[in-house]
Nanobody, 123 residues
């Protein structure tokens, strides 16, 4: 069992930045890949970014590539999502999720989810 807690969301103006954190419980966090997903009102949950268990492989949705950066600190059991040049269309609830070893871009392949953190970007 892994428990995840997201933080760092908030209200920011367009072109601003936020850094989301996903803190995990459990001593085996380093063996899990972590994904970030988001869900805007009235829309389906969509993939944002993912990082492999060792941090050597990362994935990004085309819509965030070049603006968002995912990283992890296994010593702190935490994964970060640095979001720069934010746009109003980035407004959503952001969720982190974990699965064993390999990162994927498919939400149903992740086993544990956090409660989410709201990101609102004003124009």
């Amino acid at each position: 069992q892994v428990q995840l807690v997201e933080s760092g969301g908030g209200l920011v103006q367009a072109e601003g930045s936020l850094r989301l954190s996903c803190a995990a419980s459990g001593r085996t966090f380093s063996s899990y890949a972590v994904g970030w997903f988001r869900q805007a009102p009235g829309k389906e949950r969509e993939f944002v970014s993912a990082i492999s268990w060792g941090g050597g492989t990362t994935y990004y949705a085309d819509s965030v590539k070049g603006r968002f950066t995912i990283s992890r600190d296994n010593a702190k059991n935490t994964v970060y999502l640095q979001m720069n040049s934010l746009k109003p269309e980035d407004t959503a609830v952001y969720y982190c999720a974990v699965r064993k070893l390999l990162a994927t871009m498919t939400s149903h392949q992740y086993d544990y989810w956090g409660q989410g953190t709201q990101v609102t970007v004003s124009s």
